[in-house]
């Protein structure tokens, strides 16, 4: 049973660092595509990161690109979303995914962690 558990949420002060991570179970992580989106609210969900292992690059959504970096440990089947120099702007519910079985991060996501809420206020 593939499974995704998100933590690390919390208040942070603007400008301030966070590392989420995503636990994966059923499946081995680093042979997939996994992702990170988040919905803000009143917004629509929209995709943060997404790290491929179909074509071996990382995509950064242009709102966080040189502030957010994705990591995977492949020891422990997980995947990190760091977090720099955050803003008010970035305050969301974050959520981990992954197209598994596939390898790209083109496809489709069945598989959704129960998310994790971001709070950045001073």
């Known amino acids: 049973q593939v499974q995704l558990v998100e933590s690390g949420g919390r208040l942070v002060q603007p400008g301030g660092s966070l590392r989420l991570s995503c636990a994966a179970s059923?499946?081995?992580?680093?042979?997939?595509?996994i992702g990170w989106f988040r919905q803000a609210p009143g917004k629509e969900r929209e995709g943060v990161s997404c790290?491929?292992?179909?074509?071996?690059?990382?995509y950064y959504a242009d709102s966080v690109k040189g502030r957010f970096s994705i990591s995977r440990d492949k020891a422990k089947n997980t995947v990190y979303l760091q977090m720099n120099s955050l803003k008010p702007e970035d305050t969301a519910v974050y959520y981990c995914?992954?197209?598994?079985?596939?390898?790209?991060?083109?496809?489709?996501?069945?598989?959704w962690g129960q998310g994790t809420q971001v709070t950045v206020s001073s």
């Open positions: 790290d491929s292992r179909s074509d071996g690059r990382t």
């Open positions: 059923g499946f081995t992580l680093d042979d997939y595509a």
């Open positions: 995914a992954t197209p598994y079985p596939d390898s790209t991060c083109h496809s489709r996501y069945d598989y």
